[in-house]
């Protein structure tokens, strides 16, 4: 006679984890959605102390509610499509690029501690699932520029396609200089890597020496710049210069369509911060690894990387001017291309000879 399931199993082994994610993933979007409308905030508040102004100061308090001002004024604004463009495609673009930025978000993880690991899905090949995400981010764009019908809007979603495939190339080459010197594709696996470096062995406790940054500097340095180009981040975004492309990609695109594309963008930027504090940066680790710093739970520390890595994005904002487009080509495959390839097998032959690989 065929098993039978009763409906408590089916609830236990199905239903109740079901729900369970489900609520998991419906708090980090809303906390992540809040946390990137004051992140948007601070970018125009940094520039505009750079610029000696004030910057958004009218809505609520000092412009703390300027996001959400803006959030609404997109909403009600009527969406506007052209004649000639085709609908569905147009319109699935923006969701397109705006679901597959926050499913990025489902490995990252925030903290570690007694309670187990705070991560939606702890994937063991994370490193993988984030960057296969990345790689499709692109499609969106295209989709946008293509379904447009007219000119500008697909040269500049070609552009973008073309500026994201070349520096996900040196992404990825980081990326594998990071797992050689952990041994592991899971994200929390490389955090708590960096909880034993030069110092550790030296004797002393945990702290911010230990991390990646300093024992891969050039890489860190690499996936910073490769990070501004993969997001469109200034200099390097040419998709979207006014003075060249007239908004890029987005050209023909308005209400909460355009403002879809916007948030796909900052949240990859958002992903593009955690995924730096998370392999160079220590994560959820404190700066040292004494009291009182390790009294702050970890999600703090996490966070409080994430902002500092998008100020740094934030500034080259502010005093770098932008790069030429056969500049930007030049600099992804005749500098970081070679120099990040050079550097894998450095790494590799520095494990390997003094024996130090995980």
């Known amino acids: 006679m065929a098993n039978t399931w009763s409906w408590p199993e089916i609830w236990q082994a199905y239903l109740w984890p079901l729900l369970v994610m489900v609520f998991q993933s419906v708090v980090l979007l809303v906390a992540l959605l809040i946390i990137i409308a004051f992140l948007l905030l601070m970018d125009r508040k940094v520039w505009a102390a750079v610029q000696l102004r004030r910057g958004p100061n009218v809505v609520g308090p000092f412009g703390l509610l300027q996001s959400f001002a803006d959030l609404l004024k997109f909403v009600l604004k009527e969406p506007l499509i052209p004649a000639g463009a085709d609908k569905g495609v147009f319109l699935l673009a923006p969701l397109v690029a705006s679901v597959l930025a926050l ?10 501690n007694g309670w187990g690991r705070w991560v939606i899905s702890d994937l063991n090949v994370g490193v993988l699932y984030l960057f296969a995400i990345s790689s499709l981010g692109v499609y969106g764009i295209i989709m946008g520029g293509w379904a447009s019908n007219s000119k500008y809007p697909f040269l500049g979603s070609l552009r973008s396609a073309a500026q994201m495939v070349s520096y996900e190339v040196s992404i990825g080459f980081v990326i594998i200089t990071v797992l050689l010197c952990v041994g592991s594709l899971n994200l929390t696996d490389i955090v708590n890597a960096q909880k034993y470096g030069p110092g550790t062995r030296a004797g002393l406790p945990n702290t911010l020496i230990d991390w990646h940054w300093l024992k891969l500097l050039p890489m860190f340095v690499v996936f910073f710049v490769s ?77 409080a990387k994430i902002v500092f890595v998008f100020f740094m994005f934030a500034m080259v904002k502010a005093f770098v001017p932008r790069y030429r487009y056969d500049q930007l080509m030049r600099l992804g495959w005749k500098v970081f291309l070679p120099l990040s390839l050079a550097m894998v097998v450095a790494v590799a032959g520095v494990l390997h000879v003094f024996e130090l690989a995980p």
Do not use: H, K
């Open 103 to 112: 499913a990025a978000w489902a490995v990252i993880p925030l903290n570690e």
């Open 227 to 303: 990070a501004l180009a993969e997001t469109n981040r200034p200099p390097f975004d040419l998709p979207e210069a006014e003075s060249e492309l007239v908004a890029g990609f987005a050209v023909e695109y308005s209400s909460t369509p355009y403002l879809l594309f916007m948030l796909g963008e900052y949240v990859a930027i958002t992903t593009m911060c955690a995924l730096t504090s998370i392999m160079f940066l220590g994560g959820w680790l404190p700066p040292a690894d004494v009291w009182p710093l390790n009294l702050v739970p970890g999600l703090v520390w996490f966070l």
